[in-house]
Nanobody
Framework: QVQLVESGGGLVQAGGSLRLSCAAS????????MAWFRQAPGKEHEFAAA????????YYADSVKGRFTISRDNGKNTVYLQMNSLKPEDTAVYFC???????????????WGQGTQVTVSS
């Protein structure tokens, strides 16, 4: 059974930083592309970042580019999202996802975690 478990969310002031982690089990982690999506209250899931199998290639939404960094450790079956210079508009539930293709569409990603709440106060 595939499991993706996010952690690291919390409450932070604007301008602060958080590091999210997503631990994967039940799949051959190094063969999956990984991504982070987020969902703000009353809004659809929004793509934030994705990373290739090896970690050599990364992709970011314009809204987070230059502030967020996605990385992975295949030895630990874990993907990370380092979030710096956080803004109130970054407030959302953050989900990690695993899949075989890159896509901004959440429906193209195969496995999902349960999410972790990030709240940025002004």
């Amino acid at each position: 059974q595939v499991q993706l478990v996010e952690s690291g969310g919390g409450l932070v002031q604007a301008g602060g930083s958080l590091r999210l982690s997503c631990a994967a089990s039940g799949l051959t982690f190094s063969t999956y592309r990984m991504a982070w999506f987020r969902q703000a209250p009353g809004k659809e899931h929004e793509f934030a970042a994705a990373i290739s199998w090896s970690g050599a290639n990364t992709y970011y939404a314009d809204s987070v580019k230059g502030r967020f960094t996605i990385s992975r450790d295949n030895g630990k079956n874990t993907v990370y999202l380092q979030m710096n210079s956080l803004k109130p508009e970054d407030t959302a539930v953050y989900f990690c996802a695993a899949g075989s293709i890159y896509s901004f569409d959440r429906n193209d990603w195969t496995y999902w975690g349960q999410g972790t709440q990030v709240t940025v106060s002004s």
